[in-house]
């Protein structure tokens, strides 16, 4: 009878596991509508409502703030070394959700999506309920754990809750240059969600915890929704006419020939090229 | 008689409502491709065709117009270069190279969209299965503008196979890394077929047929993927920038090296013409 019993519960068992896979049940009014391309409300400095650049006022720690400078003369002289996106690397987090180009979120149970256009850049945000890895190899967009909140009480989530870490760098907060910690150790916790007044704007309240910054700072981005998507697909690599030899910054002009990008910059060095061959 | 006119507008207007909110979703009608995809085969090189060798033991259906292109090819990657393979400077792989999955591949259905990510290029592809028709005019892309519509091959009730027509491809792109080329007036078509192994779901298999002007005849080959047992998934992020050493001035192709220097990739290469430099002057 033991063994009949035992039989009987495992053929059930088994044929229930085959039958929940298939079934993958997905109470979708359970989770905020997000649908449709995401366009961002406002200019590409990291905090929107400041003026770019020196405006900006990032809480920077006195060895940072002197980076940043740095950065900015460099910036000025043309050169763009500091500035990953620049040689095609991503913007990475939190400067991805900037969103230069527009963005996606595809919402599921276990995983919320973000991609944005702009270098394909791209985001798992897992709602499943795990605890942080012990290891995770780092990334430029993190590895994000996040957590759905029904604020308001109507039975429907309306509020993701987001950490961001496990960043790799190079990395920057904007086009300036405001430079994280060298460590890497930057934490990001985001609020997502519509705003309330309109449910055509989506807010995220982003706040960056990191060794370069004196306190955490917060910044609120905006996107506005469009229905009607045109997606367009954005590689940095086809179109970039800078070159990085070493630590310059070079540009390849439209007819093929190495240019400066500062004044009186010197050329590459060749000395690997037979020079008698010329 | 009015008032009721207008309780009933109410009322549907609520129900409206309500509907728009409740976004409906019968996820049993769709099959269960959840989790992480990895290549089943293909042997050295990655080959477009799995089931055959590398490079001429692909066998393409090439016009001999481009055969020659490809013989051209093959002859530059033999003195070092790199044929008329783009990705070494980070260009996408495109379709239908990209199914190839030389990294790991995931797949999110919904209903009005499939997208399928696949780490190389973290390139993204939307299939529309919404219904919608060819818009009139595509921007041309790497990955194209794919449209899917869903069959129920045996009949029980639940969507098994995603048959997927992509057009709008922008070049440059190869099949792989032997460098089989399109033809460049960019009007490939392909078709694809998409479905779980009915002996084992944990492969999916993909029959993608390319209709190009490079090639005699349309091309099918077929792909299949193994779904990866690790729960949950650990996804790797790929940049391809990050760790390219090449560098293309006019139509040479150059690479840095550890030391940062410029360094020609074959031998007796030219090095650049430096005529806007102050100090060449």
Known sequence: MLSRYSIGSGALAAALSMAVPGALAFDETKYPDWKGQWIRIGPGAYDPARPGGKGQQPPLTAEYQAIWEANRAEEAAGGQHYNPPARCLPAGMPRMMVAYEPMEIIVTPDITYVHVGLSNEFRRIYTDGRDWPERYEPAFAGYSIGRWVDEDGDGRYDVLLVETRGMKGPRVFEASGIPFHENNQTVVKERISLDKANSNVLIDEITTIDNALTRPWTVTRKYRRERNTNWVEFVCAEDNTYVFVGKETYFVSADGYLMPTKKDQPPPDLRYFNQSRK | ?281
Request: proline share 8%; aromatic share 8%; net charge negative.
């Open chain 2, 1 to 281: 008689m009015f008032d009721r006119s207008i309780a009933s507008v109410v009322l549907a207007a609520a129900l409206i409502a309500a509907i728009g909110g409740a976004q409906a979703h019968d996820d049993s009608k769709y099959p269960n491709w959840k989790g992480q995809w990895i290549r089943v085969g293909g042997g050295q090189g990655a080959p477009w065709d799995p089931g055959k060798p590398w490079g001429r033991g692909q066998e393409a259906p090439l016009t001999g117009e481009y055969q020659a292109i490809f013989e051209a090819n093959l002859a530059d990657q033999a003195a070092g270069g790199q044929g008329t393979d783009p990705t070494y400077r980070c260009i996408p792989s495109g379709m239908p190279r990209i199914m190839i999955a030389v990294q790991p591949m995931e797949i999110v259905v919904t209903p009005e969209t499939t997208y399928v990510m696949l780490e190389l290029f973290t390139t993204l592809r939307r299939i529309f299965t919404d219904g919608r028709a060819w818009p009139a005019e595509i921007e041309p892309s790497f990955a194209g503008y794919s449209i899917g519509t869903w069959e129920d091959t045996d009949g029980d009730g639940r969507y098994d196979t995603l048959v997927v027509e992509t057009r709008g491809l922008k070049g440059p792109r190869t099949y792989d890394s032997s460098g089989l080329p399109f033809h460049k007036d960019g009007q490939t078509v392909i078709k694809e077929r998409i479905s779980l192994d009915r002996a084992n779901p944990a492969v999916l298999q993909n029959e993608v047929t390319t209709i190009d002007n490079a090639l005699t005849r349309p091309w099918t080959v077929k792909r299949s993927y193994r779904r990866v047992p690790r729960e949950p998934p650990v996804w790797s992020e790929y940049i391809c920038s990050e760790d390219n050493r090449h560098v293309l001035i006019g139509n040479e192709n150059y690479v840095v090296s550890g030391d940062g220097l410029l360094m020609p990739v074959r031998k007796g290469q030219p090095p650049p013409d430096l005529r806007h430099f102050q100090s060449q002057k």
